[in-house]
């Protein structure tokens, strides 16, 4: 399964856009691209899910350049309680998640 | 979506011995699965609870480490059988299959183990 190379870490400050970008150079044909997002002593949450192009849920937006070789995960005017862990995960329909190493987000006050 | 929930919530056990987890969903799902999160660390899969057959597992883990269950579409256990000190983790369950929602998996509140 192909792998997804993120930051480890980003900080942020509250009412901040933030943007967190994903590698996938091996993204495979019926791969779509996935978010998770995880708080302490909980079990990740989906955030949003995209192919192509740009996907925008009440929570984010993803957007997807057409080579599909990364992805952009944005959370708008982000608040303290936005600080988790995010995952970006390649799926394909066969339902075996690889998750990576992930991006810890911390926002500040 | 989905509920999920885990029983135990949080374990401490002794070396040696054993802990069942179980896994409810609110609804029936098509696949259901158990994840490993060791302290700090990403989740890694264990295995794939299939409904009225041999659980699939991942390589590195096997069954009569890990038994697990499913006797019908919303239940699932796992056992982590005689533990050491290695499987301090958090176990999670996560489902998907749900009508409508495209390779979407829901997760459960997970189960903190501590094994002294």
């Known amino acids: 399964l192909a792998k997804t190379t993120q930051p480890i870490s980003m900080d942020s400050y509250e009412g901040q856009e933030v943007n967190i970008t994903c590698s996938h150079n091996?993204?495979?044909?019926?791969?779509?691209i996935t978010w998770y997002q995880q708080f302490p002593s909980q079990g990740p949450r989906f955030i949003i899910q995209?192919?192509?192009t740009k996907v925008t849920n009440e929570v984010a937006s993803l957007f997807i350049p057409a080579d599909r070789k990364s992805s952009t995960l944005s959370l708008p005017r982000v608040s303290l309680s936005d600080t988790a862990v995010y995952y970006c995960?390649?799926?394909?329909?066969?339902?075996?998640?690889?998750f990576g190493t992930g991006t810890r987000l911390k926002v500040l006050a | 979506s989905a509920v999920i929930s885990q029983k135990p919530s949080r374990d401490i056990c002794q070396r040696g011995t054993s802990l069942t987890i179980q896994c409810q969903v609110d609804?029936?799902?098509?696949?259901m699965f158990w994840y490993r999160q060791q302290p700090g660390q990403s989740l890694t899969l264990i295995a794939t609870?299939?409904?009225?057959?041999?659980?699939?597992?991942e390589s590195g883990f096997v069954i009569d480490k890990f038994p697990i269950s499913r006797p019908n579409l919303t239940f699932s256990t796992l056992t982590v059988s005689n533990m050491s000190p290695e499987d301090s983790s958090i176990y999670l369950c996560?489902?998907?299959?749900?009508?409508?929602?495209?390779?979407?998996?829901?997760f459960g509140p997970g189960t903190r183990l501590t094994v002294l």
């Open positions: 091996n993204i495979a044909t019926n791969d779509y």
């Open positions: 609870a299939n409904q009225g057959s041999e659980a699939t597992y």
């Open positions: 996560s489902v998907t299959g749900l009508a409508g929602e495209y390779d979407t998996q829901y």
């Open positions: 995960l390649l799926t394909s329909g066969t339902y075996k998640y690889i």
């Open positions: 995209g192919y192509k």
């Open positions: 609804s029936q799902v098509t696949m």
